[in-house]
C-alpha cells in the first residue's frame, strides 16, 4: 500500500506561483508513475501532468503546458508541480495519484490518491 499526502495549497493572485508537493510513504518504490490531477467546484476531476519515477518522462494537460512544471526526487518519495503563471480557471483541489501500471491521463489508471490540497486562484 502506498500512502500520499500533498501540501503546497493556497491562496494566490492570478500571475502568481505555487508549487505542490506529494510525499509517497508505505511501498512508494512500487509505483510506476506519479500524476497530478484537479477538481473544481461542479466539475469532473482532470488530468493535470505526470511523470515517470525512473525515466523521468513527462506528460502535461494543453491547458497548462508551459505554466506548470512536474518534477520528482526519487531520494524522498517526492513529487513536486511547480505552477506559475496562475489563472483563475486553476482554481480547484489538487490532487496526488500515483500509478502501478505507467504514466497516464485516465484516473483509472492510477491505484493511490491523496487527500487533495485546495488552490485558489483570485482575480
Known amino acids: 500500500q502506498v500512502q500520499l499526502v500533498e501540501s503546497g495549497g493556497g491562496l494566490v493572485q492570478a500571475g502568481g506561483s505555487l508549487r505542490l508537493s506529494c510525499v509517497a510513504s508505505?511501498?512508494?518504490?512500487?509505483?510506476?508513475?506519479m500524476g497530478w490531477f484537479r477538481q473544481a467546484p461542479g466539475k469532473e476531476r482532470e488530468f493535470v501532468t505526470a511523470?515517470?519515477?525512473?525515466?523521468?518522462?513527462?506528460i502535461y494537460a494543453d491547458s497548462v503546458k508551459g505554466r506548470f512544471t512536474i518534477s520528482r526526487d526519487n531520494a524522498k518519495n517526492t513529487v513536486y508541480l511547480q505552477m506559475n503563471g496562475l489563472k483563475p480557471e486553476d482554481t480547484a483541489v489538487y490532487y496526488c495519484?500515483?500509478?502501478?501500471?505507467?504514466?497516464?491521463?485516465?484516473?483509472?489508471?492510477?491505484?493511490?490518491w491523496g487527500q487533495g490540497t485546495q488552490v485558489t486562484v483570485s482575480s
Open positions: 495519484a500515483g500509478s502501478n501500471w505507467g504514466i497516464a491521463t485516465m484516473s483509472t489508471s492510477y491505484d493511490y
Open positions: 508505505g511501498r512508494a518504490s512500487s509505483t510506476y508513475a
Open positions: 511523470i515517470n519515477r525512473s525515466s523521468g518522462r513527462t
